[in-house]
């Protein structure tokens, strides 16, 4: 009997001195958790993404501020529920200090409410772009250092306007906040103009059969607003060739995307040529972001053609958080007060261009207007069009007003 | 009119895709009693291996023959060692073939990354065809329909009209008795599961030739066979077709008429067929 209570003890004992091990060890290091999407149909995105936190991190030798860098990666597959369940594990679980992440649109919502009830931990977006996440009751412990869905397509309803002469276009996009708030940053620049939205055709995420909804797009349209993620998009492009549908497309930021460009298939043929635009685009004509592209494919050898568009938004995240934490030289104390001052008031130069952050943490950044063009050497890159500079999250309208108008949705807004 | 002419095309096709798939499930649970839940890592293998064998040999018959081989070797091999010596054991099977899942799923990324993949289709079947009333359709997914057929035909002379058909019912009611009269039934049970699953590798090929190869194809295709055949009834071949239309059709009537809805019309279906036939349109009680 008392042999195997001093066993007990002897276990609890052992149990207690391995937690005050693991508590000394989180004392010294930082640990900072990555999550993305290796599961679902953002799987593309989501290895960029560790790519990026990778070579981040590479480049800085694991360390910031002095203290040595723990990573933790996580998996979500772009769904809200997910994103939050493995955004608990990493907070509650292994006890990340800071959370670079998420991928997608609703996870951002998700991950951004969640935040308000871990007060003392610091979440840096990843790539997630719906516009409510920082527009609309933020967080204060939330950053996002990319640009929004909106912002992304800023100049593109100009362009196509004044130089392509669109005047009627249909839409079918994914039916997610994300959707939503690129179709918004489209329509507000196209409706002002005096074009028309005449059809909105929103298509759950994740269908693999568009015909249906091709099928939808009316006859009159001059061209077609398409917007969906990953695989999806694919499929959508194939279908649409093999239709036999004549009407030109113009891409919103994902369907442009090098995890779209670079995949193999017929409906390569009829990319060249289509607008676009983005935060960032890899016909950038500029000796840092040449660099930048070059690490790339050093350091990544079986990777795409040039670098994405989620792994830059992640690769910002992270150098992001490492300058923060250089700053404060690795002080945490306080939870973690003086890093989240100095991460507000950043002034990243980045290879497309300096980014800061506006009163709700969330990014003001060059906008890049894009034409899909053929390289030399076969594969399919982003030519630069028009650059619009210091692109702010109201679009250049005053807040207020701006807010006003309401949130993305399925109706709004609206010009038929 | 044009657009529910154009919608009911659509899934009449889909469902074609879909039947393909679930006939292999339906084939090995009917036969076997196995639910197999990694019937959508053989549908990936079959793609992919289909896609590897096109991009070697830049032949489209070929690479449905590859994909097709592929995923039966895998398949067999599945039964054979893991899944024929818990015969019987329905808990267990499910467990090992989600297991065989997931490391599937994870090996596949690691080896073909996380783009999609596409086939480059042959000229005579890319592009659409003319047609009265929607002016043109994809001649391919015109093909997926006839591919259908014949898939169904095959299997229904194959069960009933074959000595090895013949055999594989006999094993179905009793296996021990199948045995006493000499003939190997283990032997028999691993055909069985290899054609089960060269059907799915050559419904991977198929779809990924009509749609598109990504990862997380697996548990869509997982599932759309599941709701096939929960509704059409376990183990019956016209309960997979009839099932495969009503899912079909819903998706793409739903796509075309009210898209926010359309992914939960399926699931209706499924509860309304369960509530009125609990085993299914043409199910009867295991």
């Known amino acids: 009997m008392l042999s195997r209570k001093l066993r007990c003890l002897a276990l609890v004992a052992g149990i ?57 990666k996580e998996s979500s597959d772009g769904r809200p529920d997910v994103a939050l ?51 609309v009751s933020p ?10 869905g909106a912002q992304w397509q800023a100049g593109l309803g100009n362009y196509v306007y004044d130089t392509k002469g669109y005047r009627n276009v249909a839409v079918v996009a994914g039916d997610y906040s994300f959707g939503y708030t690129q179709v918004l940053g489209f329509m507000s620049e196209f409706c002002a103009k005096g074009g028309k939205v005449i059809e909105k055709i929103w298509v759950p995420n994740g269908t693999k059969d568009f015909s249906s909804a091709i099928a939808r797009i009316p006859n009159k349209a001059d061209a077609v607003y398409i917007m969906m993620g990953g695989a999806d998009s694919i499929n959508f492009l194939t279908q649409y060739d093999q239709s036999g549908a004549k009407q030109p497309l113009i891409l919103g930021s ?72 250089n700053q404060v030289a690795g002080d945490l104390s306080g939870d973690q007060a003086k890093f989240r001052a100095a991460l507000s008031k950043l002034r990243l130069d980045m290879p497309a261009g300096q980014v800061s952050l506006d009163e709700n943490r969330q990014a003001i950044a060059n906008i890049y207007v894009t034409e899909v063009a053929r390289a030399p050497d076969g594969s399919l890159f982003n030519k630069v069009v028009k650059v619009i500079p210091n692109v702010n999250q109201t679009l250049g309208h005053p807040r207020e007003a701006f807010i006003a108008r309401g949130v993305p949705s399925r109706d709004n807004p609206s010009c038929p | 009119m044009k657009l529910l002419l154009l919608a009911t095309l659509n899934g009449i096709t889909l469902a074609a895709l879909y039947f393909i798939v679930a006939s292999g499930f339906t084939l090995i649970f009917g036969m076997m009693r196995v639910v197999n839940l990694a019937h959508g890592s053989l549908y990936l293998i079959g793609a992919y291996l289909g896609h590897d064998v096109a991009a070697l040999s ?16 895998v398949g067999m091999a599945i039964h054979y060692f893991l899944l024929d010596r818990y015969q019987g054991d329905d808990l267990r099977q499910a467990l090992i073939t989600i297991g065989l899942s997931i490391i599937a799923a994870d090996l596949l990324l690691a080896r073909y990354g996380g783009l999609s993949y596409q086939f480059e289709l042959p000229e005579m079947f890319y592009g659409s065809m003319p047609m009265p009333i929607v002016s043109g359709y994809p001649i391919f997914r015109i093909v997926l329909i006839g591919l259908a057929i014949a898939v169904y035909l095959g299997l229904w002379l194959l069960v009933q009209r074959t000595r090895f058909g013949i055999m594989i019912r006999a094993g179905v009611d009793d296996r021990h ?90 699931f209706v279906i499924m509860v309304a067929v369960l509530a009125w036939r609990p085993y299914g349109l043409m199910g009867r009680p295991a």
């Open chain 1, 254 to 325: 994902n369907v442009s995307d090098q995890t779209v460009l670079s995949a193999k298939g017929p409906f390569q043929r009829r990319l060249v040529g289509l607008p676009s635009a983005h935060m960032v685009a890899d016909g950038i004509e500029d000796a840092v972001y040449k660099d930048y592209v070059a690490k790339y494919k050093k350091r990544f050898p079986d990777g795409l053609s040039s670098p994405s568009a989620p792994f830059y938004g992640y690769y910002v995240a992270t150098k992001a958080v490492l300058a923060g934490l």
């Open chain 2, 177 to 266: 008795m199948l045995g006493a009269l000499g003939v190997n039934v283990p032997l028999i049970s691993t055909l069985v599961f290899g054609l089960g699953a060269a059907l799915v590798g050559f419904a991977g090929v198929v779809g990924s030739a009509s749609l598109s190869i990504a990862p997380g194809e697996d548990a869509r295709y997982l599932l759309s066979s599941l709701v096939v055949v929960i509704v059409g009834g376990m183990g019956s071949l016209p309960g997979a077709a009839i099932g495969a239309l009503l899912i079909g059709l819903a998706e793409q009537i739903g796509l075309a008429y009210f898209p926010t809805y359309s992914i939960i019309l399926s």
């Open chain 1, 139 to 148: 967080a204060p412990n939330f950053f996002r250092f990319g640009a929004d």
């Open chain 2, 58 to 73: 830049g032949s489209f018959p070929l690479a449905l023959a590859g994909g097709a081989l592929g995923a039966a070797l």
């Open chain 1, 16 to 72: 207690t001195a391995g937690f005050s091990v693991s508590v000394s060890a989180q004392s010294t290091n930082i640990r900072i958790g990555g999550l993305a999407t290796l599961d679902g149909p953002f799987v593309a995105l989501g290895q960029e993404a560790f790519r990026a936190m990778e070579l981040a991190f590479e480049e800085a030798n694991y360390t910031a501020g002095g203290r040595k860098i723990e990573w933790i």
């Open chain 1, 85 to 135: 369940t493995k955004a608990r594990k990493l907070i509650e679980q292994d006890k990340v200090d800071i959370l670079i992440g998420p991928m997608s649109g609703g996870e951002g919502l998700a991950i951004k409410e969640y935040a308000k009830t871990a007060p003392t931990r610091t979440f840096v977006n990843g790539f997630s772009a719906a516009q409510e996440t920082t527009l």
